[in-house]
């Protein structure tokens, strides 16, 4: 159900993208090589996030679907989750939709900064707790051209949102026209 819903949005907003005169702008990823910290008021986890965005673009703006996810491991610390209750196991997934603006430096070094809009997931394991919440994206990607289409870079998220706020750094592949 919630993957059906996630499929809905980002096929609205395909449509919404290709009804306006968007046109295709990127594709980036990063696999499995992010670290995330999810913030509650007194302790935090950490574990391994990965994220991929697909973006379209009409003059200089740029209009984006970003999802994340994200699982903690084993640490040695809890985390206090909203309403009581100790754990040290959580996870989050969230879809966003984005508006951003890249700034050239360099021909080989770009930075796009990007913000919006979107659903936060995240489950609290010991006692368990499920939380959905609107949240609020922030995103800076440094990029490093390294050919005409292809980039890497770092790309640290925040999402702010009532019950936590996740953030991560990632490693980044982008792909562009």
């Known amino acids: 159900m919630?993957?059906?819903?996630?499929?809905?949005?980002?096929?609205l907003f395909a449509?919404?993208?290709?009804?306006?005169?968007?046109?295709f702008n990127s594709f980036s990823i990063s696999p499995f090589l992010g670290f995330y910290d999810n913030?509650?008021?007194e302790k935090r986890v950490g574990g391994f996030a990965c994220n991929a965005d697909i973006s379209f673009a009409k003059n200089k703006n740029i209009f984006s679907v970003y999802v994340s996810a994200g699982i903690e491991f084993k640490l040695n610390i809890t985390i206090v989750a909203p309403?009581?209750?100790?754990?040290?196991?959580?996870?989050?997934?969230e879809i966003n939709l984005l508006y951003g603006r890249e700034f050239r430096i360099t021909n080989w070094f770009k930075l796009e900064t990007h913000a919006g809009l979107g659903r936060i997931h995240i489950k609290v394991y010991e006692p368990y707790r499920d939380y959905v919440s609107l949240g609020v994206p922030l995103r800076p990607k440094t990029l490093i051209y390294i050919g005409k289409h292809f980039s890497f870079g770092f790309n640290p998220n925040v999402n702010f949102s009532k019950d936590f706020t996740t953030s991560s750094?990632?490693?980044?592949?982008?792909?562009?026209l």
């Not at 449509?15 to 046109?23: C, E, P």
């Not at 309403?83 to 997934?93: H, I, K, L, N, V």
């Open 2 to 11: 919630k993957k059906g819903i996630g499929l809905l949005i980002f096929l």
């Open 15 to 23: 449509v919404t993208v290709y009804s306006q005169g968007l046109k």
């Open 83 to 93: 309403g009581g209750g100790e754990t040290d196991r959580a996870e989050y997934d």
């Open 169 to 176: 750094f990632c490693i980044i592949f982008q792909y562009k």
């Open 39 to 41: 913030y509650s008021p």
